[in-house]
């Protein structure tokens, strides 16, 4: 049974840095991608970033720059550092696991099979 479990959102200032974690467990496809999403209330999630087993990495266009997806194969642990957050990033975070090997897609939630629980990331100005 997978189960990908989400820890290090709460509330933060305005251009501070937390570091998400999501601690994965269970049988999943290493080579495929594992996503970080968001979803603010009154809207659909979103695609942040994505990293596949070999290391590549896309990011949504409003975090490059600013947010880095990284993984430690021996811990199954992915990580989301974020950097100079705005309060419209306030959202519920989601990790997702065997994702797409298309990197066109990437950023389609329904591309992926897995999903944890979600940590709130709330930013205050």
């Known amino acids: 049974q997978v189960q990908l479990v989400e820890s290090g959102g709460g509330s933060v200032q305005s251009g501070g840095s937390p570091r998400l974690s999501c601690q994965v467990s269970g049988d999943i496809f290493s080579s495929y991608c594992r996503g970080w999403f968001r979803q603010a209330p009154g809207t659909g999630r979103e695609g942040v970033a994505c990293i596949d087993g070999g290391g590549n990495t896309a990011y949504a266009d409003s975090v490059k720059g600013r947010f880095t997806i990284s993984q430690d194969n021996a811990k199954n642990t992915l990580y989301l550092q974020m950097n100079s957050l705005r309060p419209e990033e306030t959202a519920m975070y989601y990790c997702?696991?065997?994702?797409?090997?298309?990197?066109?897609?990437?950023?389609?939630?329904?591309?992926?099979?897995?999903w944890g629980q979600g940590t709130q990331v709330t930013v205050s100005s």
């Open positions: 997702a696991a065997d994702g797409p090997f298309i990197w066109a897609v990437w950023d389609r939630e329904y591309e992926y099979k897995y």
